[in-house]
């Protein structure tokens, strides 16, 4: 009788201690982030707010609506969304998909990133998307490339 009261005291020791440690990490995350409150929104075509918008030293994330305020639908259309250091430099950028909005319509979007030291950001509209390149192919095409080279 006394081992299992024993191992009871251990477990809940160790689900307390998990139950805190979760609850210290999550009130840690939360206070890491600062809010970003020096943006630029270049868009003519949609009403774009941004309702959140945090960075951390790693990564970050905005939160925000658009609302066509056309007469006329809006299709294939991308908001792209370019992170920029305290000197300007842009650390990269991301891509959210209009795909159909119609007039008068509000929708919401996300795009969280992660890239260090971001200090601000502008959202832009934009026709197309930088297809993503696939490293790995590009590492096995140069390769073929150099065995293929003679030397002479």
Do not use: H, W
């Not at 840690?28 to 009403?47: A, N, P, Q």
């Not at 994330?61 to 658009?66: A, R």
């Not at 250091?85 to 996300?110: A, H, M």
Request: glycine residues 2%.
């Amino acid at each position: 009788m006394s081992r299992m009261k024993t191992f009871l005291i251990y477990l809940i020791l160790v689900l307390a201690f998990y139950a805190f440690s979760n609850v210290m990490i999550n009130a840690y995350l939360k206070v890491s982030y600062t809010e970003v409150r020096d943006y630029e929104i270049d868009v003519e075509e949609l009403f774009v707010d941004v309702t959140e918008s945090k960075v951390s030293k790693r990564d970050g994330y905005i939160y925000g609506c658009v609302k066509n305020n056309n007469s006329s639908t809006l299709e294939n259309k991308y908001l792209k969304a370019s992170m920029m250091d305290k000197y300007g430099n842009v650390l990269g950028e991301k891509y959210v998909l209009i795909d159909k909005i119609e007039p008068e319509q509000l929708r919401k979007f996300e795009i969280k990133f992660d890239y260090d030291n971001v200090k601000t950001f502008k959202i832009e509209m934009t026709d197309t998307k930088p297809e993503d390149i696939n490293l790995l192919e590009l590492i096995k095409t140069n390769a073929k490339d150099l065995m293929s080279t003679t030397v002479n």
